[in-house]
């Protein structure tokens, strides 16, 4: 069992930053492949970017290469996810979600915290 904690959430104009933090505790963090999803207004949820066990490999979605970087520190149990260059259509829920697998398949995700909220306004 993993539990998840995100936070590092909130409101900034565009073209501004913000990191996400997301901390695990339970079984050891490094057998986890974890991940970003988001979920904005009425739409689903979707992935955001994923980082491998040792956090040598690396996945993002098209609308946020080159401004999103996913990274972790196994030492600290701990996963960000630095967002630079936000737009206002990156508004949305933010949520870490672990799995034991190398997949961007949200249903293949076990473990899921309660999201952060992240606004950028024009």
């Known amino acids: 069992q993993v539990q998840l904690v995100e936070s590092g959430g909130g409101l900034v104009q565009a073209g501004g930053s913000l990191r996400l933090s997301c901390a695990a505790s339970?079984?050891?963090?490094?057998?986890?492949?974890m991940a970003w999803f988001r979920q904005a207004p009425g739409e689903e949820r979707a992935f955001v970017a994923s980082?491998?066990?040792?956090?040598?490999?690396?996945a993002y979605a098209n609308s946020v290469k080159g401004r999103f970087t996913i990274s972790r520190d196994n030492a600290k149990n701990t996963v960000y996810l630095q967002m630079n260059s936000l737009k206002p259509e990156d508004t949305a829920v933010y949520y870490c979600?672990?799995?034991?697998?190398?997949?961007?398949?949200?249903?293949?995700?076990?473990?899921w915290g309660q999201g952060t909220q992240v606004t950028v306004s024009s």
């Open positions: 979600a672990a799995t034991t697998t190398w997949t961007i398949v949200q249903a293949m995700y076990n473990y």
């Open positions: 339970g079984r050891t963090f490094s057998s986890y492949v």
């Open positions: 980082i491998g066990w040792s956090g040598g490999s690396t």
